[in-house]
């Protein structure tokens, strides 16, 4: 069973909004560390933002101020509200465990271009 599917990826402009959605499966998803992790076409997958609470979040330097993630634990949901898109942002994006299973979605794809 993959134990995560994101979802809500697409194509944008610069300067549009992107919404992304984790369903997330276990019993003990409420416990987790949560992050949203990004990998771009030849490049490492890299980590973006982190959530355990609402008021435990970090995010990766190129994404503050842009960036939002959230969670709901009676849903066992993750987002990732996106805005002000950049190019450079352009990757296929996944949810997982911070530090992540072994054990990956599929992703979903997040292209920003004009």
């Known amino acids: 069973q993959v134990p995560f599917v994101e979802s809500g990826g697409g194509l944008v402009q610069p300067g549009g909004s992107l919404r992304l959605s984790c369903a997330a499966s276990g019993r003990l998803f409420s416990i987790y560390q949560m992050g949203w992790y990004r990998q771009a076409p030849g490049q490492q997958r890299e980590l973006v933002a982190t959530i355990i609470s609402s008021e435990r979040i970090n995010y990766v330097d190129s994404v503050k101020g842009r960036f939002i993630i959230s969670r709901d634990n009676a849903k066992n949901m993750v987002y990732l509200q996106m805005n002000s898109l950049k190019p450079e942002d352009t990757a296929v994006y996944y949810c997982?465990?911070?530090?992540?299973?072994?054990?990956w979605g599929q992703g979903t794809q997040v292209t920003v271009s004009s």
């Open positions: 997982n465990k911070s530090p992540p299973y072994a054990t």
